[in-house]
């Protein structure tokens, strides 16, 4: 996890592949003149992962993570049990994962919500489209078994409310969760 603190630990990391030559801004120093983004990436210094001095003496994210993808054992996250990443992953639920879990369709974020340096920069917006009951029968049908034109209508949807791609695995999150509050 990162921190700042406009965002707190509210953020998502993502990167970018391609073979497109890249041009740092402010120009170069290669033969031509020119250094590619990579090489420019290259020269960055790299940082070894600090713990903030707020977390030394306190162990609330570990206590509340579900998966145990917070470990005493180490600084870093347990990526591959964390129920955010397993989230937003199509296909089966490891056997592993305790089906009381299940406490979001998308994400989870119950570490973030009991730091103490987090308090006061989550900001939830109430979305004005809701879900008929039809739409949601879609999704937990999977496409598979949805009639084309409902399932269009539900990636379109799902797209509007800042989702798009989440139809691939909200129908499992949403049997999942509908499970969960069954237990």
Request: proline share 5%; net charge negative.
């Amino acid at each position: 996890m990162t921190y700042s603190s406009e965002f707190g630990s509210y953020q998502q990391l993502a990167a970018f592949v391609t073979d497109v030559r890249l041009e740092p801004a402010g120009g170069g120093s290669g033969e031509d003149g020119s250094r590619s983004f990579a090489q420019s990436a290259l020269s960055l210094p790299i940082h070894e992962p600090v713990l903030m001095e707020d977390c030394k003496d306190c162990d609330k994210c570990l206590r509340v993570c579900l998966t145990g993808a917070i470990g005493s054992d180490r600084f870093l996250l347990h990526s591959a049990k964390c129920l955010t990443a397993l989230n937003e992953f199509p296909g089966e639920w490891p056997e592993w994962v305790d089906p009381k879990s299940h406490n979001a369709l998308v994400g989870c974020m119950k570490c973030q919500a009991v730091c103490p340096r987090n308090k006061g920069l989550l900001q939830v917006q109430k979305l004005d489209e809701e879900f008929t009951v039809e739409e949601t029968e879609t999704l937990l049908a999977g496409e598979s078994s949805a009639e084309p034109s409902k399932w269009q209508a539900l990636e379109k949807k799902l797209e509007e409310v800042g989702l798009p791609g989440y139809e691939e695995f909200a129908g499992k999150n949403l049997r999942a969760l509908i499970d969960a509050w069954k237990l």
